[in-house]
């Protein structure tokens, strides 16, 4: 099961049944150490962004997989889960426009959500 397309799609699937936004993959396994995926995407509102992180780490725990650490939860504009090779980055727009992270590692490659 916990193969790094399933961790994936469960994390996809998980962002997708509350209603993340523009839910963006960024294989980053050729140009950096610290992860192989990001995976990024923003809510509407802290209640929402908290629902999201909670909903990820809910579904992955079922197969046993927990993260290293969670960053962000009580402020909420930035949510980074560290799940060893990927990590989940959870916005609010605000947050999300001025880091930008798909500019920063542009050098990645995009991965159609659909796809895995």
Do not use: C
């Amino acid at each position: 099961m916990n193969t790094i397309n399933t961790i994936l799609k469960t994390i996809v699937d998980a962002l997708e049944d509350k209603k993340a936004e523009n839910i963006q993959l960024i294989d980053i396994s050729e140009v950096s150490t610290v992860a192989d995926y990001f995976v990024i995407t923003n809510g509407a509102n802290r209640s929402q962004i908290q629902a999201l992180s909670d909903h990820v780490q809910e579904k992955l725990a079922l197969n046993g997989i927990h993260p290293r650490s969670v960053e962000g939860y009580n402020a909420a504009n930035w949510i980074l889960m560290d799940y060893n090779d990927l990590l989940v980055h959870i916005f609010d727009k605000e947050s999300r426009s001025f880091y930008d992270l798909e500019r920063m590692w542009r050098d990645g490659r995009v991965v159609d959500p659909k796809s895995i």
